[in-house]
């Protein structure tokens, strides 16, 4: 794949509650041992979770430095609360390391200043792209659910903007936030005394139909897809069309190994069906799909047709 030279490969911030510990052994196992570019950091769900890891911050970034990787710090995907306000100024007014905005209220506290735009904020056409520029984006990631020739249209009008620019390519899809905690009621609790319930379920907490088929996961006020958005298979045609950053959202998985496989795709070797083979081993358990990306439903695998 001659033209992924300049393609980074990026991990995005952990969705979910886990503990402190198992945060910090990802870090580390990451750092040491996953050839991803750069590493987003921080809280994006629930502003209550940040209190349990908030103080490995400072170590987790020297150690992802050190080890040449590009530290990045997200902001809340939902700000309601002065809490999440502060937080959110907090951020926004660090010089050092790079930030990714989530939400309006980062780009108020923000400013002009340079930043990047995350998925949650909607950059879903040329208009948008070129007024967060103006609001001094240097890099958007585009929504999770756009289809190709979307893709290819802001692509082509952020790159001629001078933005980098990202999207998805492994991970479940981030679907919605919301002002309530499902997670919470689910299991008889408030948002409020929530009990931090969600921690239980690392990978999300499965919602099934009445007929007791799983069609997403809930993860605190997040809606996630159930299905791994698995896009190494379009790995070339992401790339011929200019996206410049390749996320891989965390997931309960052997996340080394998912970055392995996507680096040696980039790289040109290893052969992308048996690449997306061995995804799909270290994923057993879990449908992996692509179904935005061609336009059709989203948890669906559509299969790629063979070179003329």
Not at 194 to 221: A, H, K, S, Y
Request: glycine fraction near 8%; proline fraction near 6%; include cysteine.
């Amino acid at each position: 794949m001659a033209v992924t030279a300049m393609t980074k490969l990026t991990l995005g911030p952990i969705a979910y509650h886990w503990s402190a510990e198992a945060r910090r052994d990802f870090y580390a196992r990451i750092a040491d041992e996953a050839p991803v570019d750069e590493v987003y950091l921080g809280e994006v769900i629930c502003s209550k979770r940040a209190p349990f890891h908030e103080a490995d911050l400072p170590a987790t970034i020297e150690r992802l430095e050190a080890a040449g990787k590009t530290v990045i710090l997200s902001t809340l995907a939902e700000v309601m609360l002065k809490r999440e306000r502060k937080a959110t100024a907090d951020i926004a007014a660090m010089d050092a390391p790079e930030i990714e905005i989530n939400n309006a209220a980062g780009l108020y506290e923000r400013g002009h200043r340079p930043h990047r735009i995350g998925p949650f904020m909607n950059a879903y056409n040329e208009a948008t792209i070129a007024w967060m520029a103006g609001q001094g984006a240097t890099h958007v990631c585009l929504p999770a659910e756009l289809p190709a020739e979307a893709i290819a249209v802001a692509t082509g009008a952020a790159r001629a903007l001078g933005l980098g620019v990202e999207m998805q390519v492994f991970g479940r899809a981030p679907l919605a936030v919301s002002a309530r905690c499902y997670h919470a009621r689910a299991h008889g609790r408030t948002k409020d005394n929530c009990q931090f319930v969600c921690e239980e379920d690392p990978d999300g907490m499965p919602l099934r139909t009445r007929d007791n088929r799983p069609v997403l996961r809930v993860n605190g006020i997040q809606t996630q897809s159930e299905s791994y958005v698995d896009l190494l298979p379009e790995t070339g045609q992401i790339v011929a069309a200019g996206v410049t950053h390749l996320r891989l959202m965390p997931q309960a998985v052997d996340m080394v190994g998912v970055a392995g496989l996507f680096r040696a795709v980039l790289d040109d070797t290893l052969a992308v069906p048996e690449a997306d083979a061995r995804l799909a081993a270290l994923c057993e358990g879990t449908d992996l799909s692509n179904g935005f990306y061609h336009g059709a439903a989203g948890y669906r695998r559509i299969a790629l047709a063979a070179p003329a």
